[in-house]
């Protein structure tokens, strides 16, 4: 979605680009010392602060903005993940030793990281389902430019075909308004992961 909502100059696909170098640095170098040195609980509070500064400069994204929460979210990915197995490691030994021997630490670490990542990868349903919601089109006009009333439902995913761009439509971009509900919604979900994180779990 970056590279389609910040396609400006390449600012999207820039963005991600950066990302990923950040992240391949961040895992040879960051990861393990940050866990190590301030905990994995910590480590993953402090890590999403950096996914919750990415989310926040999509509400103004520019080569100013963008570019630098990139490097910042991809400098907290690796220690986020890494923080994230460490303490899942960590409950599955809390839940083994209090089942008094009934569970081995191996059943133990395979319930918590089941639970983990069942429950973590709804994320991709209400993310998608908040993208759609803000997001959706529909029937807007297709050259709002030109003055022409013609309108056209558009069309993403699935049913995009590049063939369209070449005939004349093109992906217009959603208001600000809507971006900045669904930059809201975003940040709002991961500061109140951030405070879970950090205060009940």
Not at 136 to 153: D, I, L
Request: hydrophobic share 45%; charged share 10%; net charge neutral.
């Amino acid at each position: 979605m970056q590279s389609s909502i910040n396609a400006q100059q390449g600012l999207g696909t820039a963005s991600l680009a950066v990302v990923y170098a950040s992240v391949l640095f961040s895992s040879l170098v960051l990861a393990n010392p940050l866990v190590e040195t301030i905990g994995p609980k910590h480590c993953l509070s402090f890590a999403m602060l950096g996914y919750m500064s990415y989310i926040a400069f999509n509400a103004y994204p520019s080569f100013y903005t963008l570019i630098p929460a990139s490097m910042i979210v991809g400098l907290c990915s690796a220690p986020l993940w890494a923080s994230m197995a460490r303490y899942n490691m960590q409950l599955a030994s809390l839940y083994s030793a209090a089942a008094g021997g009934g569970k081995s630490l191996a059943a133990s670490s395979a319930l918590v990281f089941g639970l983990f990542y069942a429950i973590s990868n709804t994320s991709y349903v209400w993310g998608n389902l908040i993208s759609y919601l803000t997001l959706r089109t529909e029937n807007r006009p297709v050259n709002a430019s030109s003055g022409s009333n013609s309108s056209a439902e558009l069309r993403c995913g699935s049913s995009f075909c590049p063939s369209d761009l070449e005939s004349g439509s093109r992906i217009v971009r959603p208001t600000e308004e809507r971006l900045h509900i669904m930059v809201g919604c975003f940040l709002a979900s991961s500061a109140a992961a951030a405070l879970i994180v950090t205060f009940l779990v």
